[in-house]
Structures are given as structure tokens and as C-alpha cells.
């Protein structure tokens, strides 16, 4: 099927991609006690014990700011930023194996369940970046307009996020070591990412080696606009966008031709 | 167009790999290094169904009912072949498809009508409907995990069948909830066989088929082995199933108790291994009336001869000669063999025999008869089983082919045609 095929079947099943998102929202939020709480209540901890970690017990500073909220707002522009991505990628692995048999027996646009995956995170990372914003005004920290440069810089992310969670996915299907391989790549990828320290403190070889990491570029933006309420600088950005660009490319042809023979290894 | 079926060479295979790892190897090779099995779980099937006809597919496990089945809903891509067909295909291959237990009924019947490609407006206005066909009354906005399996099953079935489909796929879903619910299930689908939906149904159960369909398929061994009226098509799967228990129980006590059997001869040349194969080359012993199969010998030669002579003997229950030839007779084996030489004979044979039971004997001798040089008289060596098949029924030892015609004052009354046995 080609693309445009992919994309009417995705319109004409809108109501079902949206009934899982939603069916997944209310699983959420809507079947525990605390409800909401928990998608707050969980990326808050992780802010806390980074915050406590790095910022009071190793005494890690941002340089030229005397801000004391510095550090935490670096650390959430980073790190939320990042389990949306983190979130999209690993659901995305492992939803074909998760749908398994409605797979099998029905039949219906394979499409759908990436998206739906995608839709669903971005539910959870928009309630989640809302409250962050809030934060941000009530503080008196909004950063103005910069924002709006989130838009593209989160685009470029995602497009990663679902490309490479495509991918992995179906691979996942054929090879039930790619989940594993991904759980320890992500462990080096998010701690050779600066999201819960600075640039820099590590030391000049480790620095030469972020300029590999796609998604340096891109967390040093959303860091710039929080903290420094700055533009990001767009000539960094051009080889992610590039390989947002391959790695798109690349899943679609993967899924193309992979995603009937998946079926039969299910 | 609407609810008319082709399929034609319809076929699928699966690759099996040893280890996960060989998969691996093929694809870094770019398919250069094969490294997989490839199994047919289907080949060659070609049959159309008209629209608003009912057709039955039966076969045992593994015949690869379901696989067609995913093929005709499209959640499998087929190796080979093609298959057309035209309007919406609705498939209950299992019931309560896309369910969640946590949430209410009404709440289940929209997403699982959304997963069948129906819009929300569409579900909406049929919601009465599938609520009144239900029964479940105030629980459809409870939560289906409060329901009990009867009630979940009907639910599902109500929202599955609530729009008429152009073709209905059945899978051994008719035995949902109690005698009532069946029986208002099996209205339902005699409601759209009338309305015109052409309909497919899977099942073991002969009743089901006989009931519902005007036509019946019979696979096996992923082939389409027949195609015709329910009845005669359930005598054949009968019978195979037969064979196929008969087939087990003389292999197992053939294994168990050894070959009884005499042997004589000089064995200058001495049968090593002989076996009795179906047509696809599997050792059997049990076959239906007509059926193909082909007797395997395998002679070591121990001493320096010259045209061996290869001969094979069915004989009945009671020890009657039924049938026996051998190589000299049918295409003698020239040459001389030296000792350690050896050779696979092979006999391809319709087993036009009557129902009963027989014994197959072979020998290794010289000349036309072993009368002269017997080198090898292997006595009984194995017993086979013929049952009832699409034959239709007749006594004594041998299945002639017969065609009857019948005329009154010259004037044709009956006519029927000779049927042979299993003739792929």
C-alpha cells in the first residue's frame, strides 16, 4: 500500500484510532483512585531525585545563572521532552506484539496502531507539558514566544520517535532481542544526552562525541528556550532533520514490506 | 459486484528457520544464503463461489482451513494466487474481538463496530438494534467484565452481524450461548442468506454444514480434494478420518509387534527395506477405495547377478491372490549388478480394491516367476487397510468403474456418471 493508501485508511479508521486513545486515557487516568495524579506524580519524582542527585549532592550549576529553579527547569525541559520520545519509541516496539491477535483475526489498517501509539503519548506528554507551562507563568518564568518554536523542534522528534519505534517494532516481531538491545541502548543514549547534567561538566572527548547524538541538538533547544527563553540556533538542527528525514524513509519501506510477513510470525 | 468469491491458485507458504539466528543470517545475506524450510500450508486452491451461495469448508487440523480463512479476510497475504472478492467481508473468526473488559458494553459495541470500518453515525442508529438482538437489557452500559461469557458472546455476535455484509465468514461460531441464542443466531444468518450474503462457513460439525450450506469444500493436507454437494463431501472427510485413525492404530501395531512374515530365498539379492506410501510420499496404511499409492523397495545385491527381476503381490484377507506383477512383466530391469550395488524400485498404483483388508508381499528372483531363482520372498511383509471413499458403495474385491444409463421407451431416465476414486 502506498502512502496515500496508508493515510485514507487511517482517515477512514479515525474512530478507531481514536477510541484506543481514548481507551487508553481513561485506563490511565480514569481507572486508578488518583487518577491524573500519577502521570504528574511519576516524571516528578524523577525530577526530584535528579534534582536532589546532581544539584545538591554532586553541587552541579548551570553556568551564568543565579536562578536556584535553574537546574529543575533544565532538567524538566530535557527530561520530559525525552520520555516523550522514550514513550512513543517503546510502545511503538512492542504494540504489534501487544495487538497480536487482533492482528490475526481481523482485518484492519496496520497503521492504525502506530498512531495510535503516537496519538496517546502526545495525549500524555500535552497534559504533562501544560501543567510545566503553568508552572513556568505562575514562577514567572514564561519564556514568550520562543515557545512556539517548540512546534517544529517537537515535530522533528516525534518523526524520529514514531520512525525508529516503526522499525523496531516490526523487527521486534521477527527478533524478540531487539526489545532488549533497545532497553540498554536507551540507557547509553539518555546519559550521553546533557538532560540531567550540563554541558559542561563532562569532559571535552564526550562533548566531541554528542555531536552524533541526534538528539543532542534538538534537547540543547528546548533547554535554551526554558531556561535562557532563547531561540534555538536552526543551523544545528539540519542533520537531525536529516536523519528524521532517512530514519522516516527507512521505516516506511521496512513496514511496507515487512508488515505482511509480521502477521505470520505472530 | 457484490459477494461473489474467486480464489484461483491460491497458495501460502511459511518459512521455518531451526533458530532465530538463520533468519538473521538470509536477511545480512540478502536472501544469497538460504537457511529456512518453507512449508505449504496451502497450494493450488481454486474454486468461486457465486454470489449469494453458502459453502462449507471442512478438513481436518492442519488441513489449512484457516489459513484460507485469513487469507479471505485479509489479514494474511497469500504466497501465490489470487483471490477477488466483491463487497464488505465480514469474519467472526472469534467472537468479542477488540473487547475490553473494563469498559461498558455500549462503549465495546462502538469500538468494535469502528474496528470493523463502520463510522460512528452508522453504529449509533444501529445501536437499538444490536442492544434489542443482545438481550442483556440494563447491562449494556455496565462493564463487560460484570457480564457472564453468555452474555459477552451474544453482545459480540449482535454488534458482528448488525450490518448486513455483502460476504459472512463464519468460524465455528455457532455454538454461542443456549439452545435460544443459537438458534436466533442461525435465523440471522438464514435472514442474510436469503437477503443474499454469500456465506463461508468453517466448521467440524457436519450438522452445521448440512444445515446452513448448499455446498461443501474439503481440504486436506492443504489441497482442495473435493468440491460438491455437503453430503457426498462429509462421506469423504468421514472416511479420511477413518483412514487416518486405521492409518495410526496398523503403523503402531506394526511397530509395536514387529512384522510377522516369512522369508525364503537364496538372498543373493535380499529386499532391504520396503514400505507402502500415500501420494504424497508418507508411509501409510490405510487408503480409500481408487486411492493412489506406491510401493517402495529398496534390493542390496550380495552376489553378482543379471537382470534381477523386482515383483510385488496383494492378497486378501483369507490369502486369495488379488492382484500381483512384477518388473519382468511391466519393464525388465536390464544389467548386471555386482555385490554391494543396490536399488530403489518403485511401484505407482491405483488401489482399486474392495474394502478390507490386505496383505502386500515382494520378491527379488530371476526370470518371470521366482520359481526358478528366488533370491528373496519376503511373505506378508506389511498389511494395509482400503475403506469406503467417494466411491459409491459395492461389494467383492475389485472397483470396476461402472456408468449407468437408464432409458425408458428411448428415452433417457437416469444417468450417472462413473466416479473414480481419489484422483488428484
Not at chain 1, 522528534?157 to 540498554?184: E, K, P, S, W, Y
Not at chain 2, 545480512?28 to 544464503?33: D, H, K, N
Not at chain 2, 477488540?98 to 460512528?120: E, I, K, W
Not at chain 2, 468421514?238 to 510377522?260: P, V, Y
Amino acid at each position: 500500500m502506498k502512502v496515500g493508501g496508508r493515510l485514507k485508511a487511517l482517515w477512514e479508521y479515525r474512530g478507531f484510532v481514536l477510541g484506543m486513545v481514548a481507551r487508553d486515557f481513561r485506563g490511565r487516568y480514569l481507572g486508578s483512585a488518583l487518577g491524573a495524579s500519577w502521570a504528574v506524580l511519576n516524571p516528578l519524582a524523577q525530577i526530584l531525585i535528579y534534582t536532589l542527585v546532581f544539584s545538591q549532592v554532586m553541587q552541579a550549576r548551570l553556568p551564568n545563572t543565579l536562578d536556584p529553579l535553574a537546574y529543575s527547569l533544565y532538567l524538566c525541559a530535557g527530561l520530559l521532552t525525552w520520555n516523550y520520545f522514550v514513550e512513543v519509541l517503546l510502545r511503538s516496539q512492542t504494540v504489534f506484539l501487544e495487538q497480536a491477535n487482533l492482528l490475526k483475526k481481523v482485518s484492519f489498517p496496520r497503521v492504525t496502531l502506530p498512531s495510535y501509539v503516537f496519538l496517546s503519548a502526545s495525549v500524555n506528554f500535552s497534559i504533562i507539558w501544560a501543567l510545566f507551562l503553568a508552572l513556568l507563568l505562575v514562577t514567572g518564568r514564561w519564556p514568550g514566544w520562543a515557545l512556539v518554536a517548540l512546534v517544529p523542534l517537537l515535530l522533528i522528534q516525534q518523526v524520529l520517535a514514531v520512525g525508529l519505534g516503526l522499525i523496531l517494532g516490526v523487527t521486534n516481531v521477527f527478533f524478540r532481542d531487539v526489545a532488549q538491545a533497545v532497553g540498554v541502548g536507551l540507557q547509553f543514549w539518555f546519559w550521553l544526552t546533557p538532560i540531567v547534567y550540563p554541558l559542561n561538566a563532562v569532559p571535552e572527548i564526550v562533548r566531541n562525541l554528542m555531536a552524533w547524538n541526534p538528539l543532542y541538538p534538538l534537547v540543547a533547544s528546548y533547554q535554551s528556550i526554558i531556561v535562557e527563553h532563547r531561540w534555538p540556533v536552526w543551523s544545528d538542527l539540519w542533520p537531525v532533520c536529516v536523519m528524521a528525514t532517512v530514519v522516516a524513509g527507512v521505516s516506511e519501506t521496512v513496514f511496507r514490506h515487512l508488515a505482511g510477513p509480521m502477521v505470520d510470525e505472530l | 459486484m457484490s459477494g461473489e468469491l474467486a480464489v484461483s491458485g491460491l497458495g501460502k507458504s511459511y518459512r521455518r528457520y531451526a533458530r532465530p539466528w538463520h533468519r538473521l543470517c538470509e536477511w545480512a545475506t540478502g536472501g544469497r544464503l538460504v537457511w529456512h524450510e518453507t512449508f505449504w500450508a496451502l497450494r493450488g486452491i481454486t474454486f468461486s463461489v457465486a454470489s449469494g451461495e453458502s459453502v462449507g469448508i471442512i478438513g481436518l487440523n492442519g488441513a489449512g482451513k484457516s489459513t484460507l480463512l485469513k487469507i479471505l479476510t485479509g489479514t494474511t497475504q497469500p504466497t501465490e494466487g489470487q483471490v477477488q472478492l466483491g463487497g464488505r467481508v465480514a469474519a467472526l473468526l472469534e467472537l468479542g474481538m477488540g473487547f475490553h473488559p473494563d469498559f461498558s458494553g455500549r462503549q465495546n459495541v462502538m469500538m468494535a463496530g469502528q474496528l470493523m470500518g463502520l463510522p460512528v453515525r452508522e453504529i449509533a442508529r444501529m445501536m437499538p438494534d444490536i442492544e434489542a438482538f443482545a438481550e442483556i437489557g440494563e447491562y449494556i452500559d455496565q462493564p463487560i467484565r460484570t457480564y457472564s461469557t453468555g452474555m459477552g458472546v451474544r453482545l459480540a455476535f449482535s454488534v458482528a452481524t448488525a450490518a448486513r455484509p455483502e460476504v459472512l465468514i463464519l468460524d465455528e461460531t455457532l455454538s454461542v450461548g443456549d439452545a435460544y441464542f443459537q438458534h436466533k443466531c442461525i435465523r440471522r444468518i438464514k435472514e442474510f442468506q436469503e437477503a443474499g450474503t454469500t456465506i463461508l462457513l468453517v466448521s467440524h460439525d457436519p450438522t452445521a454444514v448440512k444445515t446452513l450450506c448448499g455446498r461443501a469444500l474439503l481440504l486436506d493436507g492443504g489441497r482442495l480434494i473435493q468440491d460438491g454437494p455437503p453430503d457426498l463431501v462429509l462421506d469423504h472427510y468421514n472416511a479420511l478420518i477413518a483412514k487416518r485413525e486405521a492409518n495410526q492404530e496398523i503403523l503402531q501395531a506394526e511397530a509395536a509387534s514387529g512384522r510377522m512374515t516369512t522369508r525364503s530365498g537364496t538372498f543373493e539379492a535380499r529386499i532391504a527395506a520396503i514400505d507402502l506410501l500415500d501420494a504424497d510420499g508418507r508411509p501409510a496404511r490405510a487408503f480409500t477405495v481408487g486411492e493412489r499409492a506406491r510401493i517402495r523397495a529398496r534390493v542390496e545385491f550380495t552376489s553378482a547377478l543379471v537382470a534381477p527381476t523386482v515383483g510385488v503381490l496383494i492378497r486378501d484377507r483369507v490369502g486369495n491372490d488379488v492382484f500381483g506383477t512384477n518388473s519382468f512383466h511391466l519393464a525388465p530391469i536390464d544389467g548386471t549388478y555386482e555385490p554391494g550395488d543396490e536399488m530403489t524400485v518403485d511401484f505407482d498404483i491405483q488401489l482399486n480394491l474392495g474394502v478390507g483388508g490386505y496383505t502386500l508381499t515382494a520378491a527379488v528372483h530371476s526370470d518371470a516367476t521366482h520359481l526358478v531363482n528366488n533370491y528373496d520372498w519376503w511373505d506378508k511383509v506389511i498389511g494395509f487397510q482400503i475403506l469406503p471413499g467417494p466411491a459409491p458403495p459395492f461389494i467383492g474385491s475389485a472397483w470396476l468403474p461402472v456408468r449407468l444409463h437408464v432409458e425408458r421407451h428411448g428415452k433417457m431416465v437416469t444417468s450417472g456418471q462413473e466416479r473414480g476414486g481419489a484422483r488428484p
